[in-house]
């Protein structure tokens, strides 16, 4: 069976969803197809085919979007290409990442307010409010991803 409008309209609308956030949209439609595609492993031959776009344009979009651990490469014995997939515990391992960056920007932001120790309280406002963001969710993202595994746990455990 071929693919459908429907499935490339909604790889294109995940596409659209994260290019709001930056993300190229060569790069939003792989993560929209990998979402949806069967087999769920696919070669950059096979993403290229399907996305109409040139390998290389896959190449730069799974270079872009493996270090976030969201999507990873896979090698099968014997097989000389690489396969796409959405790693089983991908989305995780994205807002794990994020949550570094949260932390890492928390501290960013605590060297800023010291250089402006002395400066009026009008000046360090702007800053001070990013630090307390970025302080806050570095506080309750692990927890709410502790909660989210726990959930999954119960919910796997509940079909077994």
């Known amino acids: ?53 040139s390998r290389s344009s896959i190449s730069s979009a799974t270079r872009l979007l493996t270090p976030s651990g969201l999507v990873e490469g896979v090698r099968r014995r014997g097989e000389r290409q690489e396969y796409f997939r959405i790693a089983a515990d991908g989305w995780s391992r994205m807002l794990m990442r994020r949550y570094e960056y ?7 932001t605590a060297t800023g307010l010291s250089a402006l120790a ?5 000046r360090r406002e702007r800053l001070e409010n990013v630090h307390a963001l970025y302080g806050f969710l570095a506080g309750e993202l692990p927890a709410l991803l502790t909660r989210w595994q726990t959930e999954k746990e119960q919910k796997h455990d509940r079909r077994s």
């Open 1 to 53: 069976m071929g693919t459908t409008d429907a499935e490339l309209d909604f790889a294109d609308a995940i596409a659209a969803f994260f290019a709001r956030e930056g993300m190229p949209l060569i790069a939003g439609r792989v993560i929209g197809w990998l979402l949806i595609c069967d087999p769920p492993e696919q070669t950059a031959a096979e993403l290229a085919d399907v996305l109409e776009v």
């Open 118 to 122: 002395d400066a009026p309280a009008e």
């Open 102 to 108: 949260a932390a890492a920007f928390r501290d960013l």
